[in-house]
């Protein structure tokens, strides 16, 4: 690091020290202002496309400004970490469940990795006041992956790497540390219309705008309602938590390689389970498999629910 001046010193220390603790890239964007997204934010609320999701109508001017949510922040590091697994249930017939899902919920197992990141910031380079996010709180996380580098955002909205395609997630650290910002890579989605034409439900209603009230992670996993509604019957593919079916399609995802992280390990049991056993999953069941899980965010009722509509179709 010989030559170089403080700033440019610090952003290499944070990014060589992101990939020894096994991130898959890092990348900077200066903490202002989101002004393009600012009017796509808008437009996606005034269409209603959030449904029950009432969190995304809150805080919007914190979710466009940093510095309101993070106070004398300089900089958004966004890091991904990778999720890929190439192993799919054995069972042609059974249920399926987000390929994210089958291991250790992300949210525990990244946000470790991100207080190592921090902690380590402050011990070698000083005292440094900021915040660390998985998917938590207002934060726009796939713009400041972009605007940093990581990739594009997709047709189909997801952050997609040309070096790793998109089965990965998204955290951030919003620092007072002035940092060297990194510049936005281009779109690589070309003509490609894949992920559009193979959405179950059609939430990819034009390229780049998803109607999250139509999509069925939204059904699956944020819709609280104890009835779905019944006109999507028979529109699922089979999907009781999340769905992967735009990532799955994805050209770009010929290049995911497979994660590092045991805690991401995909249960042996839930990979062999049928169809008859997801239908007859007890409570008792559930807590056991789904301890440390992310689906445990449905419970165990709201897993039924998904379960029973599809078996009634």
């Not at 559009?196 to 390229?207: E, L």
């Not at 006109?231 to 050209?251: A, L, R």
Request: glycine letters at 6%.
């Amino acid at each position: 690091m010989h030559g170089m001046n403080t700033r440019e010193r610090h952003t290499q220390f944070i990014k060589s020290l992101s990939r020894e603790l096994g991130f898959l890239s890092c990348g900077i964007s200066k903490a202002d202002f989101l002004e393009d997204e600012a009017p796509r934010l808008e437009a996606f609320l005034e269409m209603g496309a959030q449904g029950q999701m009432g969190y995304l109508e809150r805080n919007f001017d914190k979710r466009l400004d940093p510095r309101l949510l993070v106070p004398g922040a300089r900089s958004v590091v966004s890091l991904l970490y990778n999720y890929y697994s190439p192993e799919r249930p054995e069972m042609n017939d059974s249920l399926r469940i987000s390929s994210y899902a089958y291991g250790t919920d992300y949210h525990l197992v990244v946000k470790d990795k991100l207080k190592e990141l921090l902690n380590t910031i402050n011990r070698e380079i000083g005292e440094v006041s900021g915040r660390m996010f998985v998917d938590s709180a207002p934060v726009l996380e796939k713009a400041w992956a972009a605007r940093s580098g990581l990739g594009w955002v997709g047709k189909h909205t997801n952050l997609i790497s040309k070096k790793v395609g998109s089965y990965f997630f998204l955290a951030e650290l919003i620092i007072d540390l002035d940092l060297v910002p990194d510049a936005p890579v281009t779109d690589h989605c070309g003509s490609c219309t894949r992920c559009i034409d193979a959405c179950p439900t059609g939430a990819i209603i034009q390229p780049y705008v998803v109607d999250g009230s139509k999509c069925i992670s939204y059904f699956t996993i944020e819709l609280k309602d104890e009835l779905l509604p019944v006109e999507w019957k028979g529109k699922w593919d089979d999907w009781i938590f999340g769905c992967d079916v735009c990532q799955e399609v994805c050209p770009w995802n010929r290049f995911s390689t497979p994660h590092n992280e045991p805690a991401f390990e995909p249960r042996a049991e839930l990979l062999e389970m049928s169809r008859s056993d997801w239908e007859n999953l007890t409570e008792e069941a559930f807590r056991r498999l789904f301890k440390d899980s992310p689906v445990k965010r449905t419970g165990y009722k709201g897993l039924m629910r998904n379960i029973n509509f599809l078996s009634s179709d």
